[in-house]
């Protein structure tokens, strides 16, 4: 059959990994472990943003030993560019849950600027949940513009271009099991 | 079919608490298929989706909520170029319990998927109607091929035939929970697939 994709491999344009997958697993049972404690005997709703937190949620969901209910938000920025261009986003979906009075934990997979996740964290507030708390898998503390509380993080990574564990690289590469890092000299985006 | 080995009462942590919900345990009649069953099976269907596109690219579109897990699972098998796209939708009209057929979209496709190949997640297809109307409504919109995942195959409630191209496990018509699968929005997070027997189910709230 002719070869109707023309993809490159990731090992061409990938710089090295950043997070391998023993580790990554390792330290996301960690994290289910701590939030099993800290919430034992509590209501718990996990809020996942759409798409790339859902490999991190799901793996995270096996770990937390506690009963807990899970939910997603899907957001745009306004205007072009990224979403964390000025931090107003857009609803795309709304929560199906109305979380007043109730734990909420909001799962992410990575915070840079932290534009996007105040403007979220603040939409969150007016609806009075009970508490409302961030789980990061990565931290690229060094980007950040604005002081978003995290509560709990995997790694504090550098100011690098990641991919992998459900970040994508050009809508590519999510399903990969560890998090690596692009050599953008090397990536040719189709 | 597998029995729950562990039969030795839990002193639940929510047991003496406000917010009552039930220890799984009181209401689970039998795992199905046990995490290391389901994680064999999720593995050997990415590698015939790998096997049969490969060449190609695909769209993986996964359905919430039900079908996160299975599709979190399932994608790291698939070897082929891929993306991901997620939708939710809910039946319209009839009780959580039952679904009439014509699906509401909260959440459409980021994708425009005309002239691709589109591989539909689904964690379990019971009367067919929810499956058979999205993939009506998606063909409408020109993929080069629509095809469909399937974990779990309520044969004995179809009413209508659908298209299912992958499927995980065929299941008796009974209540099922766990990897993925809620009831009442809980018990998503086990690793397993069980029977729940209703009667000893208590609603949380």
């Known amino acids: 059959m002719k070869c109707l994709v023309d993809m490159q491999p990731y090992s061409e344009f990938m710089a090295e990994i950043l997070v391998d997958a023993s580790t990554l697993q390792r330290r996301v049972a960690e994290l289910g472990d701590q939030i099993s404690r800290d919430y034992a005997g509590q209501d718990l709703l996990l809020l996942c943003i759409l798409r790339g937190g859902v490999v991190f949620l799901v793996d995270l969901m096996r770990h937390i030993t506690i009963p807990h209910a899970v939910d997603f938000m899907a957001v745009t920025s306004y205007g072009v560019g990224a979403r964390t261009s000025s931090g107003h986003v857009r609803l795309i979906l709304d929560l199906q849950t109305d979380i007043q009075g109730r734990n909420v934990l909001l799962v992410e997979d990575i915070v840079d600027s932290g534009n996007t996740l105040a403007y979220v964290l603040d939409l969150l507030q007016t609806r009075h949940p009970r508490s409302l708390k961030v789980c990061a898998l990565l931290d690229k503390k060094e980007r950040r513009q604005v002081n978003v509380p995290i509560d709990y993080c995997g790694f504090v990574i550098p100011d690098k271009f990641v991919f992998g564990y459900g970040l994508d690289l050009d809508e590519y590469y999510r399903n990969l099991p560890f998090v690596a890092v692009v050599d953008p000299a090397r990536y040719h985006p189709r | ?205």
């Not at chain 2, 980021?110 to 691709?116: A, D, L």
């Not at chain 2, 999205?134 to 399937?150: F, H």
Request: glycine residues 6%.
């Open chain 2, 1 to 205: 079919m597998w029995i729950l080995p562990d039969t030795t009462p839990v002193s639940h942590p929510l047991a003496h608490h406000p917010f009552p919900l039930q220890d799984y345990r009181e209401f689970l009649d039998e795992i199905l298929f046990p995490a290391d069953v389901i994680a064999r099976r999720v593995a050997e269907l990415g590698a015939q989706i790998s096997a049969d596109f490969r060449g190609e690219e695909i769209l993986v579109v996964c359905l919430l909520k039900g079908a996160l897990t299975f599709t979190a699972n399932l994608t790291p098998h698939i070897t082929v170029p891929q993306t991901l796209d997620c939708m939710s939708l809910s039946s319209y009209g009839v009780g959580h319990y039952a679904s009439s057929g014509n699906v509401r979209v909260h959440l459409d496709l980021q994708t425009n998927i005309e002239g691709k190949n589109v591989l539909l997640v689904e964690d379990i297809v019971d009367s067919g109607r929810t499956l058979d109307h999205v993939l009506r409504m998606l063909r409408t919109r020109e993929p080069k091929s629509l095809k469909v995942c399937v974990l779990l195959d309520k044969k004995e409630r179809r009413e209508v035939p659908v298209q299912v191209d992958y499927l995980g496990f065929d299941i008796p018509d009974k209540y099922v929970f766990g990897y993925g699968i809620d009831i009442d929005e809980h018990y998503r997070h086990l690793p397993f697939i069980a029977t729940a027997d209703l009667k000893r189910y208590r609603k949380p709230g």
